[in-house]
């Protein structure tokens, strides 16, 4: 819950694919996008909510916006769910597009006995707060999946793509 992995990315993995693939990656955070699913999603939420100065877009599969944090930091003591508890609707909104799929055969409540540990509610809660605080955000509920479904990333990754970047003009 900082921006320091946000950092490593930008300091020691972007780097090195510009120079091994030959390619030369924007620097421009509307152009910018963190991507994943389960904990690589509320990773890419992290990563453009402490560092909005390189991303600018979230594409988030199964966000993990739970209590799992590891090592225990005081700041944020619930991990992600610190985002729709409390930073979320604390903070002034910052410049973010996002976009994010849960399914309802998520992992559950079950596993934990508090509600800290719900994927499905977590996700359901950060639609809600990012509604309140007038993000552009798009949220998909898909019945009959599971966590980081296949399926269900393959139907709706080009839908996901084309809202994400809907008014970004590369220069």
Not at 5 to 31: H, I, K, S
Not at 123 to 128: D, L, S, V, Y
Request: hydrophobic letters at 40%; charged letters at 20%; a negative charge.
């Amino acid at each position: 819950m900082s921006g320091v992995y946000a950092q490593f990315v930008e300091t020691e993995v972007l780097p090195r694919v510009e120079a091994e693939c030959n390619v030369r990656l924007t620097r421009d955070p509307d152009g910018r996008a963190a991507t994943g699913c389960s904990s690589g999603a509320a990773c890419a939420m992290i990563m453009a909510w402490y560092r909005p100065d390189l991303y600018g877009r979230v594409l988030s599969f199964s966000g993990t916006y739970v209590n799992q944090q590891w090592p225990y930091n005081p700041e944020t003591p619930l991990g992600a769910w610190e985002f729709h508890k409390s930073i979320i609707p604390n903070s002034e909104p910052r410049p973010l597009r996002i976009w994010m799929a849960v399914a309802d055969r998520d992992l559950c409540p079950d596993l934990m006995p508090d509600d800290a540990h719900d994927w499905v509610l977590a996700n359901e809660r950060m639609a809600h707060v990012l509604a309140d605080k007038g993000y552009r955000y798009q949220f998909s509920f898909v019945r009959n999946a599971g966590h980081c479904d296949p399926a269900m990333r393959s139907q709706l990754m080009p839908q996901a793509l084309e809202w994400l970047w809907r008014g970004y003009a590369a220069t």
